[in-house]
């Protein structure tokens, strides 16, 4: 069973800093792109940062140079460190993978994390 759960939001002001985890279990996790995903009240989920089984990254235009993704294959989980948060930070933050298997393409998402950036 394919299980991906995300720790770590809260309530941070402004120029703060947190770090979400995501632990994930039941598939080949070291061989499987990780994906942090982002959605605001009113607004679409969007792509922050994915990071692939290389280790290789890469940052929604808004977060470069703020955030940054990372992965322990030992742990199966996948971290995003925030820092100098924004208001517009403020979202619920989910996790995603996604793989292939008997050739079927299977995508999870995790449950969330809110995040909220407040002063």
């Known amino acids: 069973q394919v299980q991906l759960v995300e720790s770590g939001g809260g309530w941070v002001e402004p120029g703060g800093s947190l770090r979400l985890s995501c632990a994930a279990s039941?598939?080949?996790?070291?061989?499987?792109?990780m994906r942090w995903y982002r959605q605001a009240p009113g607004k679409e989920r969007e792509l922050v940062a994915v990071?692939?089984?290389?280790?290789?990254?890469n940052y929604a235009d808004s977060v470069k140079g703020r955030f940054a993704i990372s992965r322990d294959n030992a742990k199966s989980t996948v971290y995003l460190q925030m820092k100098s948060l924004k208001l517009e930070d403020t979202a619920v933050y989910y996790c995603?993978?996604?793989?292939?298997?008997?050739?079927?393409?299977?995508?999870?998402w995790g449950q969330g994390t809110q995040v909220t950036v407040s002063s």
């Open positions: 039941g598939f080949a996790f070291g061989r499987t792109a």
């Open positions: 990071i692939n089984s290389g280790g290789n990254t």
């Open positions: 995603k993978a996604v793989f292939i298997r008997n050739g079927i393409v299977y995508e999870y």
